[in-house]
């Protein structure tokens, strides 16, 4: 068919590259997968022409910028009223006649080979190299009658004013308004199984990995996320193929009660559980993928179905954020343990002081272990960005990470003790780059080689002398620097206190990056002996190992306030004052009556020994215990609605379990001396570099305590002054900010850079980030980023999850789910529930009868701290947030690393 200058309607047969502008980015696609022989669908297109004579002939282009005007893209609601209004203008709008009559016509000749259509937007710069817009417009299915196929064709248009697609515009500083949109128009395809290629694997960034999703019916379900999908990881080297199955109970398919349109079915019992794709499939699959990556010479992400055995290609677009070569910008970000320390949203004034700290201690690290300080000064980038803030959170820098350990002798197997230490749970390809100083050239290497061995040999042998030397010059400095009055400063005073708070207290935290690397290797050695010796039949073993360990900063804290309980059950009054009393009342009575004037003073020392503390408790913008004393109160109230206060029995216990574990190790390494002395060997320093590692953890609590106070007080100054608007406000700025506006410096807005962060962090607040994703290089941290990633799917049972075992025990009781500190968190002996804790949650631990933790790892706080007071716990336990209920009863079982959901019911 042939048009002048106006083409409505389009098909392969009259497409060429001048007239892409016409088609749309998708439209392209498959018109170049077409003219590859690729197996696409029969397809034609209704060009943007179509849509600008629509926009012309309702004359909604001026309304349209009108109302794109009035968003305010800080506000959800105001981009979904828009959305709205536009979408009312499309579908109350009329198609010029001659170019409807020319689309009916079409359709119906069309339809001579097929009953329903397939109807997909196709925005012109759609699916490039910069920007895929995956997901941002909508698409309609088994569309069959003439009214449904053009109210269609509108909402396809529509759709390119979608809420999504305008925020998504939006960030990506794409025209909000002057916007092109063609429509395809394709054979539907009724898809027995349908799903996605990734000609390279997003998750694990490996590029010699094609990763294959796939479930029952149409593909629309493993797009939005609605469906479970079985994974398929194909290497492209040698074809060998490795599967993750999940429970597909649902598909969706075609409505035949309407006739039109799709509907969520089940899956018959018998296919839940079988591979949706045979092996041959597979392979034909992958084989297309490395085909349609060979024909655009990038990484693709491509849909596809299977209709009677025959594969059909839908689309094809770029993976965005995905490449191999060795200028790649990309980052892997994984947040493992580090949200242990930074849980959720974290304000810039807490991550700039973060960043600084790591970086400081990391470096001092390298130069003590003997990396030459020609490489510390050529990586200055790697220790710099061992941290970032990815839509206002905290993650790790992954590869920063593994080429930091990769400075040291015995990388391949270090990395998986660093792997296991942080709990990462999938490793990544990692080549040492060729600029690295320890290379291949081992003649060339040696001498620093011999260097690095020696740093790590001396170190071992001075560890203790310097463990104690950096807790007595800790103490000291604390001592002295938290003796001054923040609180009346003025904020220059502030400033050179808090300068010389970080030039005496983070020196010297060398001994903490020198003890990290230590414990990353003895406990990963203590493991993996105990697995080679076949020490642990019944999984439980390791963890009873370290049971028992004394001299434990970390609770201390809570042992005072369970001595302050007991003080409290002593005394008829004080105890009625605490059971008939909320916290506000409580602590009113105890600053105004003289009869609890001895109370009140111990209360008081523990606030001036522990009051840094909180939950969350490295994040400055969280109050402190000083700040807020009622969640002690609540603990002491938890506490004392105990029958028993079990602080006594705690030691007593533990040293049975860990002495019974040390005898079944003694009886099965009898006759071998030689594994025996190393086994112990390995044990003993693995102990002692997991108590030094908590003791330390106490210190850096107390440092972010003391910063956590002088920023409170500028925040107080500068809202005083006029300078910012709120006391807090000061957490939205980073340090360098501040001290240039108090140096005079920096001239910038600080109102109005606040409200800009604000503004940025109500939209950070909204996203759900997963624990690992990929980007681009991110060259504003406040800037909403876009993130590559395919969940792992999770192959849900029915009946229980399972986790990491830390502290054996069973315990049957209901759940009580806390994930902030804004929870109620009175407790009574419940199980303890969480996405995930730190430190400052310990206190809630003696309330509780055992733990359950969304993510974590064998060395997280939450395991050492659980194993020193014999708390059945089990962490790592992956989709816990969202199957248990708060007040739901269910059996855990630690020492198998089982939480059977529905124990009444089990055999």
């Known amino acids: 068919m ?126 490039d190299l910069k920007a895929s817009f995956a997901g941002q417009m909508d698409s309609f299915l088994f569309i069959s009658k003439q009214k449904s196929y053009i109210e269609s064709v509108k909402k396809c248009w529509a759709s390119v004013f979608s809420d999504r697609a305008l925020v998504y515009r939006h960030l990506s500083k794409l025209p909000l308004s002057e916007i092109n949109i063609a429509v395809i128009v394709q054979k539907m395809i009724f898809g027995d199984i349908s799903g996605v290629i990734f000609t390279v694997n997003p998750v694990n960034n490996k590029s010699d990995e094609i990763l294959i999703n796939s479930t029952y019916g149409i593909g629309e379900g493993i797009v939005s996320g609605e469906l479970d999908t079985d994974s398929f990881y194909v290497n492209k080297k040698n ?15 075609f409505n035949s009660e309407k006739k039109e349109g799709t509907t969520l079915k089940p899956v018959e019992k018998s296919k839940q559980n079988q591979s949706s794709l ?9 084989l297309l993928g490395k085909q349609i990556e060979n024909i655009y010479g990038c990484p693709q992400d491509i849909e596809w179905t299977i209709k009677s055995n025959k594969i059909y290609i839908l689309q094809a677009r770029p993976i965005t954020t995905f490449s191999d070569k060795e200028t790649d910008s990309k980052i892997i970000w994984d947040n493992s343990n580090i949200i242990e320390s930074f849980p959720g949203i974290t304000k810039p004034l807490t991550f700039s002081f973060a960043k600084t700290a790591w970086a400081s201690v990391f470096r001092q690290s390298a130069r003590a272990m003997g990396v030459p300080e020609k490489i510390i000064q050529e990586n200055d980038e790697l220790f710099e960005n061992m941290l970032g803030l990815v839509n206002g959170r905290v993650y ?68 203790d002398k310097e463990v104690k030397r950096f807790h007595k010059n800790f103490e000291n400095n604390y001592k002295i620097l938290s003796q001054y009055d923040l609180k009346n400063m003025k904020p220059e005073e502030v400033m050179d206190v808090f300068l010389r708070a970080k030039k005496r207290l983070l020196k010297g935290w060398k001994v903490e990056g020198i003890n990290d690397y230590s414990a990353m290797i003895f406990y990963g050695l203590v ?83 522990y009051g840094f503390r909180c939950m969350s408790e490295l994040k400055l913008e969280e109050k402190s215990l000083k700040d807020d004393p009622t969640f002690a109160i609540t603990i002491l109230k938890n506490y004392l609605a105990l029958e028993t206060l079990y602080l006594d029995n705690i030691n007593q216990k533990e040293n049975e379990k860990r002495q019974k574990a040390e005898e079944i190790i003694n009886k099965k390494l009898r006759w071998k001396p030689l594994r025996r002395t190393l086994f112990y060997w390995a044990l003993r320093n693995a102990r002692k570099n997991v108590r030094y590692r908590e003791n330390m953890r106490l210190c850096r609590t107390k440092i972010f305590g003391l910063v956590r106070e002088a920023f409170r007080s500028i925040g107080n100054s500068f809202a005083k002054g006029g300078v ?29 850079l606040i409200d800009d962060r604000k503004n940025i962090y109500k939209i950070f607040e909204k996203q759900e980030l997963p624990e690992r994703f990929i980007t681009e290089e991110i060259k504003d941290r406040y800037k909403l980023v876009e993130i590559i990633t395919k969940q792992e799917e999770i192959d849900y049972n029915d009946d229980i999850l399972t986790g990491i075992s830390c502290c054996p025990g069973v315990v049957k009781n209901k759940v009580k789910v806390i994930l902030s500190p804004g929870d109620d968190i009175k407790l009574n002996g419940e199980i303890l529930v969480a996405d995930k804790t730190d430190p400052g949650w310990v206190p809630l631990y003696p309330s509780v009868s055992g733990l359950l933790i969304e993510r974590g790892s064998v060395l997280s706080h939450s395991a050492i701290v659980a194993r020193e007071l014999g708390l059945p716990t089990i962490v790592g336990i992956k989709g816990l947030i969202k199957r248990v209920k708060d007040g739901q009863i269910v059996k855990m079982d630690a020492g198998k690393g089982i939480v059977y959901l529905k124990p009444d019911k089990m055999k």
């Open 527 to 609: 493991r993996s002996l105990t697995k080679k010796y076949k020490l642990d039949k019944n999984n439980s073993i390791h963890n009873d190992l370290f049971c028992g360990e004394e001299d434990m900063d970390s609770t201390k804290p809570t042992k005072q306030l369970l001595f302050l309980a007991d003080e409290i059950k002593k005394d008829r009054k004080l105890y009625d004052l605490f059971y008939k009393n909320n916290e506000k009342q409580i602590l009113e009575e105890l600053n105004k009556k003289s009869e609890y004037s001895k109370f009140k003073k111990q209360f008081q020392e523990y606030l001036d020994e």
């Open 724 to 752: 910012i608007n709120h006391p807090d406000d000061v957490f939205y700025l980073e340090i360098d900010e501040i001290f240039g506006y108090i140096n005079k410096t920096n001239k910038v807005d600080l109102k109005k």
């Open 396 to 463: 790790y820098n992954l590869m920063k990470w593994y080429q930091f350990v990769s400075f040291f002798p015995g990388f391949k197997q270090n990395r998986r003790y660093m792997e296991q230490m942080m709990g990462v749970k999938e490793s990544i390809e990692f080549k040492e780059r060729k600029n690295h100083f320890f290379t291949k050239e081992r003649i060339l290497a040696l001498p620093r080689y011999i260097r690095l061995i020696y740093g790590l040999t001396k170190n071992y042998f001075i560890l």
């Open 2 to 127: 042939e048009y002048s200058s106006m083409m409505p309607i389009m098909t392969i047969d009259n497409i060429n590259e001048k007239l892409f502008q016409k088609i749309g980015g998708k439209a392209k696609n498959l018109y170049i997968l077409s003219k590859n022989k690729i197996p696409v669908p029969p397809w034609y297109v209704i060009t943007t022409d179509v849509y600008q004579n629509f926009i012309k002939k309702n004359n909604i282009a001026e309304k349209i910028k009108t109302i794109i005007k009035n968003i305010d893209f800080s506000d959800n609601k105001t981009v979904i009223d828009a959305s709205q209004k536009i979408k009312k203008l499309f579908l109350e709008g009329e198609i010029p006649k001659e170019d409807l009559k020319l689309l009916l016509s079409y359709c119906e000749k069309f339809k001579k080979n097929t009953e329903y259509l397939a109807l997909r937007s196709s925005a012109v710069g759609e699916d």
């Open 278 to 286: 045979t092996r041959n499939q597979i392979k034909k699959l992958a």
């Open 239 to 253: 074809s060998s193929i490795s599967e993750k199955l999940v429970k597909k109970t649902h598909m969706i398919t």
